[in-house]
């Protein structure tokens, strides 16, 4: 072998006594470095992929605050402080969805909450830095809650774009039906465009029947026409809300909050039904506009229970959206067919409706 190149019995090249593969007719010398060569490539890529990863998570971490952020600006301009029940639920359930989605490893982010209470309180008292948020809602209901057409009003409420989609009241009774579905067909071309972050449906308290079969042609009428993802983020606005409790079988008065909670606990079992989701909880919120209504020193409208109404179901439309941002930005609840299926906040029917 001259100059450290010979042959081997089986026709392959011997340099520097290293056998050199030619099977393919490409001449590769199998040595060591190689070797150590593949194993840095290989943990170079992990290194990069972690990384990467790491990086994920921080951005993750800071879109999460910043949704914090704008909830608990959006809390006190309704003036409402993070020790109301929604709002404290809110806050809950952006950690808890965090944390079950194994982001830093499972704790919740170095964003704490008191950070962000903060840099909410000082971004509201400068009011240099404009509340990147808007909510459209869309209301339907029975006859007498809705205008004669579709429209839709957009204004500033509390300094949030706030824009309402109304449309003209629905019949509950089975031979209605074929009205309320050219009703809704037009109601959905209208908003095709623009889809709306909140349905209220809107019934009302003092309906006396307890029987779910009533609104049922309703209901699946709305159901079949949208499908059933309009209830997944939908709220149940029960109005005429400061009325008195009818008489129980004992002749005595009912107590307000049980007679709330027999209503609420009717329509959302029909608005489940038509759903074909037993699991569906739908937030409850109430409505009181009539002019013998009681009011607070601020001229706001309170219920027999002490709530005032309008900025706690304004509360929970605005959570509602907060809450599906959370599951965009965490990919949560995703379907077979890779679209994100957002519930609403399934927070505790009482709460909700006793929080002020």
């Known amino acids: 072998m001259e100059n450290g190149v010979g042959m081997v019995d089986d026709g392959s090249l011997m340099v520097d ?40 998570v921080d951005e993750t971490g800071e879109k999460l605050q910043s949704i914090r952020v704008k909830f608990l600006r959006l809390a006190r301009r309704l003036r409402l402080t993070p020790h109301n029940v929604v709002v404290a639920q809110v806050l809950y359930r952006l950690d808890l969805a965090e944390q079950l989605r194994g982001r830093n490893g499972g704790r919740v982010s170095e964003f704490s909450f008191d950070r962000a209470s903060t840099l909410a309180e000082r971004l509201e008292a400068d009011g240099n830095e404009e509340l990147d948020f808007s909510c459209t809602i869309m209301i339907i209901g029975k006859t007498g809650v809705g205008t004669k057409k579709v429209q839709d009003v957009v204004g500033m409420v509390h300094g949030i774009k706030v824009r309402v989609i109304d449309t003209p009241g629905l019949l509950p009774s089975r031979s209605d039906q074929r009205r309320n579905e050219k009703i809704l067909l037009e109601v959905k071309y209208f908003v095709k465009k623009t889809p709306p972050d909140i349905v209220l449906y809107i019934d009302r308290l003092d309906m006396q029947t307890g029987d779910i079969d009533d609104d049922r042609p309703l209901l699946r009428t709305v159901t079949e026409t949208f499908g059933p993802p309009i209830w997944f983020n939908a709220i149940v606005v029960l109005t005429h809300a400061a009325y008195a409790p009818p008489d129980g079988l004992n002749g005595n008065a009912s107590s307000y909050d049980m007679f709330v909670a027999q209503r609420s606990y009717v329509v959302q079992q029909a608005i489940r039904q038509a759903a074909g989701d037993m699991q569906l909880m739908n937030p409850v919120s109430l409505a009181e506009n009539h002019s013998a209504c009681r009011t607070n020193r601020a ?10 109404w309008k900025p706690h179901l304004l509360l929970l439309s605005f959570a509602s959206k907060i809450l599906a941002e959370a599951n965009s930005v965490l990919k949560l609840q995703e379907t077979p067919s890779g679209k994100t299926r957002t519930r ?13």
Not at 42 to 54: C, I
Not at 345 to 353: E, G, H, N
């Open 17 to 56: 006594n290293k056998v050199v593969e030619h099977d393919t007719g490409v001449a590769t010398v199998q040595t060591s470095s190689s070797y150590e060569g593949r194993e840095f490539a290989d943990s170079l890529e992990q290194v990069v992929k972690r990384e990467a990863k790491e990086e994920s």
């Open 299 to 308: 001229g706001q409208r309170v219920l027999p229970n002490g709530q005032v």
């Open 344 to 356: 609403p906040p399934p927070f505790v029917s009482a709460s909700i409706r006793t929080s002020s």
